[in-house]
């Protein structure tokens, strides 16, 4: 029973009435960042549990109750077409989508360079969107040079500078040999490769999910299959490793310190006072929702723990104090298979799904919280939080 409330009749409406007027926007110190794949939808077919958990998500004007941010490693379309897609289960705007190419607004060094963009979609679209001013896509390279020979000087491109993996193409086998022919040639696929040319020209890779839950019964492999791919393949060739200037997309901080920016601009919005203190980061893949939320959670402890004018510089970048990884179980992971009950035993390279770069431990990819759905998690976590809904909220998410 809440305080003040009386015993009885009387004190249980108090006790309603009080609910009702207990959530208020400028006391919430904590945020959801939520993936999309298997935790909202797969494929295109909503998860049932979505809508009961969205609804719980805002207020009867549609506002949100707390600043809600969708964490997704798709990187095949703008982040508005993100956003209209989930609008059928609750209504958001493209300021609370986070693509697995959005933090390559950040890397401005190369928007005024001829940059080669690898993927499927409306890639120069995207690339446009993002700052990029002379993007070329595999398809204009391979118009252009059909037997990797000039065949068009008046659409010559320049000198390429940067490779860009935006996600898994259409049509592996010509995105491979093309990315390779320009990785040997330091840029200039037109002429012979040159294994001297070492270290290759930069390569940023977004999306590095080794594989994906859609409608199929089984996961379907991800562009982190594709960057296997390309990897053995450059290795194979030169003895040498690919080196990537930057990767992004979950699990890497870089993304999560954009959703936090995008969480603390939404608090800011909405003009609420008290700083966001923990972000709950809630997905269905051990490998990069759980690695990456449990990877940040860590950054954060450590930036926490820095004393004097450095770490109070990095704190105006990154403020929360904890970032919190909810495991579902409606996508990518089996409670069977993924990794062995003692962690103690040999892990081999097929039990780690997460990318070359980033070393396997144990405790990034045991999550702080297991639950069987996203409405599940929106419960235990507002439990967590102490946040009580209102009883209008609570009739609406009941009924639905």
């Known amino acids: 029973m809440l305080p003040g409330a009386k015993a009885g009749a009387g004190g249980f409406i108090m006790e309603i009435i009080t609910y009702f007027f207990l959530l208020q926007p400028n006391i919430t110190t904590f945020g959801f960042l939520f993936d999309i794949d298997g ?7 909503p998860i049932p549990a979505a809508k009961k958990a969205f609804q719980k998500l805002v207020n009867s004007q549609g506002q949100f109750l707390v600043p809600v941010v969708f964490v997704t490693n798709a990187g095949n379309c703008l982040r508005q077409k993100k956003a209209d897609q989930l609008s059928h289960i609750l209504g958001i705007s493209q300021d609370q989508v986070v693509m697995s190419h959005s933090p390559l607004r950040m890397f401005k060094c190369y928007h005024d360079k001829c940059v080669l963009m690898s993927g499927q979609g409306p890639l120069l679209d995207i690339a446009k969107y993002l700052g990029f001013c002379q993007p070329i896509t595999i398809d204009i390279l391979r118009e252009t040079f059909p037997l990797l020979d000039m065949v068009d000087h008046d659409r010559r491109p320049k000198v390429l500078v940067t490779v ?9 086998e010509t ?5 390779i022919d320009v990785l040997l040639t330091g ?7 040159h294994q001297a040319s070492y270290p290759h020209i930069p390569v940023l890779a977004c999306n590095m999910d080794l594989m994906w839950m859609a409608e199929a019964q089984s996961p379907r492999f991800g562009h982190g299959t594709f960057m296997v791919c390309l990897e053995n393949i450059y290795k194979k060739i030169t003895g040498k490793e690919l080196k990537y200037e930057a990767l992004m997309g979950k699990p890497s901080e870089l993304t999560y310190h954009y959703a ?6 939404q608090a800011a919005q909405r003009h609420w006072k008290k700083p966001i203190q923990t972000l709950y980061a809630i997905g269905d893949n051990l490998m990069t929702d ?9 950054y954060l402890e450590e930036k926490n723990s820095r004393k004097g004018s450095k770490g109070r510089i990095q704190a105006k970048v990154a403020a929360g104090t904890s970032c919190r990884s909810v495991l579902v179980c409606t996508g990518v992971y089996n409670p069977h298979t993924e990794v062995p009950s003692d962690t103690r035993e040999s892990i081999t390279e097929t039990v780690f799904h997460g990318h070359r770069d980033f070393r396997f431990d144990p405790a990034l990819v045991e999550p702080d919280h297991i639950v069987p759905d996203v409405d599940a998690a929106v419960d235990l976590i507002y439990q967590l939080e102490n946040f009580r809904l209102s009883s209008e909220i609570l009739f609406i998410a009941c009924s639905g």
Do not use: D, S
């Open 187 to 193: 840029g200039w696929p037109g002429k012979p490769h």
């Open 260 to 265: 936090e920016y995008l969480i603390r601009m």
């Open 39 to 45: 935790v909202v939808v797969r494929g295109k077919t």
């Open 290 to 298: 759980i690695y990456g939320a449990n990877l940040y959670n860590r």
């Open 175 to 179: 995105n491979l040999q093309l990315i």
């Open 164 to 172: 860009v993996l935006f996600g898994e193409p259409v049509r592996w």
